[in-house]
Nanobody, 119 residues
Framework: QVQLVESGGGLVQVGGSLRLSCAFA????????IGWYRQVPGKQRELLAR???????NYADSVKGRFTISRDNAKNMVYLEMNRLNPEDTAVYSC?????????????WGRGTQVTVSS
């Protein structure tokens, strides 16, 4: 089994920056991609960025150039550096891992961390 724990959320002013962390534990060898998502109440969860176990990132157009995802497999950590934050970035941010069990992909989610951008 794999467990994910997010941290680093909080209150930040418009234009500020935050770095979110996702710690992963358990059967980490089974993990391939890890992604960051966010969700606002009443809206669909949005994929922001995803990184492979080799460190290859992909970004949603909405955050490209502002957010940076990185991964440190030695520390079992994935990070999301967020810059030039605006009120529309207010959401619960969660990390998601794709794990492989007996050849089948299984998604694992963390509980999320709240990010609030104040104007």
């Amino acid at each position: 089994q794999v467990q994910l724990v997010e941290s680093g959320g909080g209150l930040v002013q418009v234009g500020g920056s935050l770095r979110l962390s996702c710690a992963f534990a358990g059967n980490t060898a089974s993990i391939s991609d890890i992604g960051w998502y966010r969700q606002v109440p009443g809206k669909q969860r949005e994929l922001l960025a995803r990184i492979s176990n080799l460190g290859n990132p992909n970004y949603a157009d909405s955050v490209k150039g502002r957010f940076t995802i990185s991964r440190d497999n030695a520390k079992n950590m994935v990070y999301l550096e967020m810059n030039r934050l605006n009120p529309e970035d207010t959401a619960v941010y969660s990390c998601n891992a794709i794990t492989w069990v007996r050849g089948a992909p299984i998604e694992v989610w963390g509980r999320g961390t709240q990010v609030t951008v104040s104007s």
